[in-house]
């Protein structure tokens, strides 16, 4: 398998620490709204990395957090008259439905800051006592210039960073480019720490999380592309300050997606949330892993319409498929698998082993459409068409991908049987009303 790796800027052939183990973090939500449809692509596509590696006889210890402490939070509760935490449990759970409306799974380990303060304070006083780290004031900061690997994985040179760094001005910093680790603060909700009450910087909490869970270096740190600077660039920092090396053996992370070539706004009117998305969201998931990950994806209305169609013919051929061995008693039975499927099922498998790539996955899956269609006309194919049916099961399991197709009533059998035998008979005003029956059944 084969990833391309952020910090080095090439495709590295992955190499777990541990034996048949992955150990992997990706940045989660900040929880004081719901999130957006761009906000989902790491949801989807890191979601298929675990589903994948599990495929090939992984044990992936998936941690994704919770930031729900921030000053987003405190400003959503004074809007809305209420407490952090009242916010936070609310966005949490909406975020939740939200993964699993675009068929992420949510069974995995989801720390909340909260959670973890005294481990994040632990971690901060031991970045002040091995010097990286000064308090002012109550405040806390890094020293970005005790790290000459600084940049390394967004690119960027200290110096440079130095002289075009726009930020306000720090009386406080040794250096404008250091970052807050513990905020003094008296607004919102606060804890009590060697420095004074306060809260954690953000760019702290996950490097501590990462160190309080897993202990050690991971094989994967993800997120999206906006994180790569400051967020992650500053727990390498952090961590190679403790640990002396950069947290994670890869780091990888999803392009942007805009909106007609334009960056979501909020304050323009240019976002969709994922409870808003008036449209099938398997249909959306094609949508997004039919672009590789590392590429930017434009959103519009018709190329979703395009990519829910391309899912409604999938699972068209796919129901067709079921629904005929069903009748024909073969459901229950082993499949064969030909020359053929095997040829589909190696450049699926090959597809996903390079760097992820999703979209030749996808390709992969309609060649299997055609396939199993050609099957389906055919007369005497049913171990085939079976041996289709579980490549199909695999691709969708792999892929997050659900048709929602189940077994077949006595009266569901009667309905289809009759409606197979009018378009034989060629009674198409008969065979369109029992069509729509089936329809209505959600057979078709």
């Known amino acids: 398998m084969r990833i391309y790796n952020t910090l080095s800027k090439r495709t590295e052939t992955f190499e777990p620490i541990h034996e048949n183990t992955v150990n992997m973090y990706v940045c989660g939500p900040t929880v004081y709204n719901y999130i957006h449809i761009g906000n989902a692509r790491p949801v989807i596509f890191f979601d298929v990395v675990r589903r994948f590696f599990e495929h090939q006889g992984y044990m992936v210890n998936f941690v994704s957090n919770f930031t729900d402490v921030d000053d987003k939070i405190i400003t959503k509760a004074i809007e809305d008259e209420t407490d952090e935490m009242t916010i936070a449990n609310k966005f949490i ?20 800051v909260t959670e973890y303060m005294s481990s994040i304070i632990s971690y901060i006083e031991r970045l002040v006592e091995k010097g990286f780290a000064y308090e002012k004031n109550g405040n806390v900061y890094f020293r ?19 002289e075009g760094a726009r930020v306000e001005v ?7 480019l250091d970052f807050t680790l513990w905020k003094q603060t008296e607004q919102g909700i606060t804890y009590p720490s060697p420095f004074g009450e306060g809260r954690p910087g953000w760019h702290t909490e996950c490097v501590a999380m990462i160190h309080d869970i897993f202990g050690e270096k991971i094989d994967i740190h993800g997120g999206g592309t906006g994180l790569m600077f400051p967020h992650h660039e500053n727990e390498i920092a952090q961590h190679r300050a403790l640990a002396g090396n950069a ?26 949330l994922v409870k808003d998305l008036d449209h099938d969201y398997m249909g959306y998931r094609l949508f997004t892993l039919s672009t590789h990950y590392r590429s930017p994806i434009d959103y519009s209305d018709d190329i979703l319409i395009n990519h829910v169609n391309e899912w409604q013919k999938i699972k068209r051929t796919y129901s067709q498929t079921f629904y005929q061995l069903d009748l024909a008693d073969q459901l229950d039975k082993k499949g064969v ?8 099922h190696q450049g699926f498998i090959e597809a996903l082993e390079d760097d992820f790539n999703t979209p030749n996955a996808i390709t ?11 099957k389906i006309r055919e007369r005497n194919t049913y171990p085939v068409m079976r041996g289709a049916l579980e490549l199909f099961d695999v691709f969708f399991k792999i892929l997050g991908l659900n048709p929602e197709v189940s077994r077949l009533t006595k009266t569901d059998r009667a309905i289809y049987m009759e409606w197979t035998n009018a378009r034989k ?4 005003d008969k065979a369109d009303r029992l069509r729509e029956k089936l329809q209505e059944r959600g057979i078709l």
């Open 93 to 112: 759970e909406a975020f939740y439905e939200d993964a699993r409306r675009v068929g992420s799974s949510t069974k995995y380990l989801a720390p909340r």
């Open 144 to 162: 970005v210039d005790k790290i000459p690997e600084y940049g390394a994985l967004s690119g960027r040179n200290i110096e440079d960073l130095r």
């Open 170 to 176: 720090d009386t406080e910093k040794e250096n404008p």
């Open 247 to 272: 947290i994670a053996n890869y780091w990888m992370h999803n392009g942007q997606l805009n909106i007609d070539e334009k960056k979501m706004s909020k304050s323009e009117g240019r976002i969709i």
């Open 337 to 344: 698998h030909d020359s053929q499927l095997s040829k589909i």
């Open 364 to 374: 992969e899956l309609h060649n299997l459409v055609k396939y199993a269609n050609q």
């Open 425 to 428: 008979n060629r009674e198409f």
